[in-house]
Nanobody, 120 residues
Framework: QVQVVESGGGLVQAGGSLRLSCAAS????????MGWYRQAPGKQRVLVAL???????DYAESVKGRFAISRDNAKNTVYLQLNSLKPEDTAVYYC??????????????WGQGTQVTVSS
């Protein structure tokens, strides 16, 4: 079993910054893609940013140029730097880790979520 734990959410004014962290607890399995998703009240969970084990990144259009995802493979940790925050960025942010649990299979693990609230 792999545990995924996020931290770093909070309340910030519009234009401010936050840094989210997420650690996946495994010393056995290889972690492939790691990503951040968010879910606003009454809306579906959507992808915010994704990073491969090689460091390739992908972002939702709404956060390009404002958010930056990075990871430390040695620590199985992924970060999300949130800059120039807007009220519409308010959501619960979830970390996801795609873990190679078999020769050709992956298991998806989710964190419990961390609240980000941006006031106007």
């Amino acid at each position: 079993q792999v545990q995924v734990v996020e931290s770093g959410g909070g309340l910030v004014q519009a234009g401010g910054s936050l840094r989210l962290s997420c650690a996946a607890s495994t010393t056995i399995f290889r972690i492939n893609n790691m990503g951040w998703y968010r879910q606003a009240p009454g809306k579906q969970r959507v992808l915010v940013a994704l990073i491969s084990s090689a460091g390739l990144t992908d972002y939702a259009e709404s956060v390009k140029g404002r958010f930056a995802i990075s990871r430390d493979n040695a620590k199985n940790t992924v970060y999300l730097q949130l800059n120039s925050l807007k009220p519409e960025d308010t959501a619960v942010y979830y970390c996801n880790a795609q873990v190679a649990t078999g020769r050709s299979s992956e298991t998806s693990y989710w964190g419990q979520g961390t609240q980000v609230t941006v006031s106007s």
